[in-house]
T-cell receptor, first 113, second 116 residues
């Protein structure tokens, strides 16, 4: 079945550590890619998105993601995490011809001060 | 302006009862989406409305689930004869339109449904 996979379910880091969260999708055609974040007690919000062009996209709060088409991946990165980055992160895809997002199961990031 | 709002924020019901969940999209947003998130899982698409077009119901898990939207305003999601597996957080999102994929979906706070 077509899907989005996030292999890290729970990540614990110390402040200033580097972050990389994996996301792989299994759709064969053109896709649009997203990372959403949900801070504790807050709504889900968009972190960054990729539609076309430069495969390295930059989002809010110093996050970036790289689309590697050959690997069907869209990994999220941040060079130095902060305690305030503690949240749940969701990778999502919109395959060509669809309008709704297909989400991965999420990664809970805990940053220790 | 205000974001997407949903009510109630929490709903506890008994198995077999019907429930109705409400979503108020951002004013001017023509596209509206319902998703649900079961514990430990990602969000699953349920249904999508775009203006006056026929809704995309392809994500509804059974005929116990239905949703309505009047024009470009409020939407209600109804679950009939609730089952314990319906327990989840139900999220609503809206976007300016779906004509362009570039339109960001804005999410509401969700309704946490617990079926006893």
């Amino acid at each position: 079945a077509q899907s989005v996979s996030q292999h890290n379910h729970h990540v614990i880091l110390s402040e200033a550590a580097s972050l990389e969260l994996g996301c792989n999708y299994s759709y064969g055609g053109t896709v649009n890619l997203f990372w959403y974040v949900q801070y504790p007690g807050q709504h889900l919000q968009l972190l960054l998105k990729y539609f076309s062009g430069d495969p390295l996209v930059k989002g809010i709060k110093g996050f970036e993601a790289e689309f590697i088409k050959s690997k069907f991946s869209f990994n999220l990165r941040k060079p130095s995490v902060q305690w305030s980055d503690t949240a749940e992160y969701f990778c999502a895809v919109i395959p060509t011809g669809r309008r709704a997002l297909t989400f991965g199961s999420g990664t809970r990031l805990q940053v220790q001060p | 302006g205000a974001g997407v709002s949903q009510s109630p924020s929490n709903k506890v019901t008994e198995k077999g009862k019907d429930v109705e969940l409400r979503c108020d999209p951002i004013s001017g947003h023509t596209a509206l989406y319902w998703y649900r998130q079961r514990l430990g899982q990602g969000l699953e698409f349920l249904i999508y409305f775009q203006g006056n077009s026929a809704p995309d119901k392809s994500g509804l898990p059974s005929d116990r689930f239905s949703a309505e939207r009047t024009g470009e305003s409020v939407s209600t999601l109804t679950i009939q004869r609730t089952q314990q597996e319906d327990s989840a957080v139900y999220l609503c999102a809206s976007s300016r339109s779906s004509g362009s994929i570039n339109n960001e979906q804005f999410f509401g706070p969700g309704t946490r449904l617990t079926v006893l």
